[in-house]
């Protein structure tokens, strides 16, 4: 088994890689962290006829040996790397350009503007964490059997600093990733988990943090017996569900779709943070801002030691529908447990929020089914599971003691 703690600070919205990439920089100069060598991942999109990545080899031309030619539906395009294996166009046999900080910067200050690349990744390896003294080849055996790419960036195992940048549905985004690969210690039990001042200062410099996790990826004997546990838990889940018919309140029939209607509705999604949390008033849950956004909303609470149970409720702004899930975090995977909103099958889509009373009585069901699987199931489930160890734990908090 291997975990790693993967720490995410914030990002302004408007922001490119260049400022990012600063920010990494002078958090180097500034504490005794190292870097251990830095790369790139460049790519061109498919679908526009200028290439970014030739117009950057033309401006450095020692980068020409790390351009590669790739395909996509019969579409070519270049990407340029001067990352190795595990990274996605991976120029096997080449020697690897030399890519300086100067570079790097010369780069990312053009991205998106001057360099139009479609993704960029870039990869800054350190020569290790202070408190994390792991060495990389203890990691090596839990890589992932595919090339890493800008969307998988997370799933790199050395311990580094990642910042991804790319077009999405939703417009450009960047992102900036820490990576600690962690091999437990006698210390990390310790209640109060406290991070190295080298590491803590380093983590400053680069801002606050958005959201720090832990990720956990398993051999393939470990991988076999967990699906076959979980299995057998979710057997545990569906004769539950069986309750489902005797515990949800009737709601009004969802008036039939029509284009005047739609017209006549009010713009925008639905409020129903505030109305479920008033719902939700005196059960313990907490709305989570770090796991909401986007039309969805998150709500969380400890139901036991080690042992998250969530809620995350998403509302279409356009079509006016919500649709809702929940999860048991905790121990060796999560658990997903159903939230049906009425007595008959929902379609993947959602359910109709209109008229107000309709999403009342849709909500009073998510809180009946909450609170059937609290009282009912999570128990058993817990009883079942294997509560995660104390250092997990601590280290599942890593944002409270992250600055």
């Known amino acids: 088994m291997f975990n790693k703690l993967i720490i995410t600070p914030t990002v302004p919205r408007k922001s490119n890689p260049g400022e990012l990439i600063s920010r990494v920089h002078h958090a180097m100069e500034t504490t005794e962290i190292k870097i251990a060598s830095l790369g790139a991942l460049l790519e061109d999109t498919p679908f526009h006829k200028t290439s970014a990545v030739g117009r950057i080899v033309k401006r450095l031309p020692h980068l020409s040996s790390a351009v590669v030619e790739c395909n996509y ?39 998106p503007r001057r360099w139009s690349v479609h993704h960029s990744v870039f990869v800054f390896d350190v020569a290790g964490w202070p408190g994390f003294d792991a060495p990389p080849e203890a990691f090596r055996p839990f890589l992932f059997g595919r090339p890493l790419c800008w969307a998988g960036a ?33 210390e990390m039990n310790d209640v109060e988990l406290t991070l ?136 060796d995977f999560e658990l997903h447990l159903p939230v049906p909103l009425t007595d008959r099958v929902s379609s993947q889509s959602g359910e109709p929020v209109d008229p107000p009373e309709r999403l009342d009585q849709l909500l009073q069901n998510i809180v009946r089914v909450l609170s059937h699987h609290e009282q009912n199931l999570i128990p058993e489930l817990v009883r079942q599971m294997n509560p995660p160890a104390r250092w997990i734990q601590n280290l599942r908090n890593a944002k409270k003691f992250v600055p």
């Open 73 to 111: 539906e019969n579409k070519r395009y270049s990407a340029l790397t001067t990352l190795g294996e595990p990274w996605e166009h991976d120029v096997t046999g080449t020697p690897s350009p030399h890519l300086s900080w100067d570079h790097v910067h010369e780069i990312a200050d053009g991205i």
């Open 154 to 186: 997370t799933d790199y195992w050395k311990p580094s600093v990642i910042i991804v940048s790319g077009w999405t549905p939703s417009g450009h985004r960047d992102e900036m990733h820490i990576i600690i690969p962690v091999l437990p210690t006698p």
């Open 196 to 331: 190295h001042d080298n590491l803590r200062q380093f983590l400053r410099v680069l801002g606050t943090a958005a959201r720090a996790q832990v990720e956990t990826v398993y051999t393939e004997p470990e991988h076999i017996a967990m699906v076959q546990r979980r299995n057998e838990l979710y057997d545990v889940i569906k004769h539950h569900c069986r309750e489902f018919n005797q515990l949800l309140l009737p709601v009004i029939p969802a008036p039939e779709w029509s284009l005047e209607r739609m017209e006549s509705l009010p713009a925008g999604a639905p409020e129903v943070k505030a109305r479920l949390l008033e719902a939700l008033r005196g059960t313990g849950f907490r709305y989570d801002s770090s796991r909401s956004g986007q039309g969805g909303y998150v709500f969380s609470k400890v139901v036991s030691d080690g042992f998250r149970f969530s809620c995350e409720l998403d509302v279409s702004p356009i079509a006016r529908r919500l649709s809702a899930s929940s999860v048991l975090e905790g121990g």
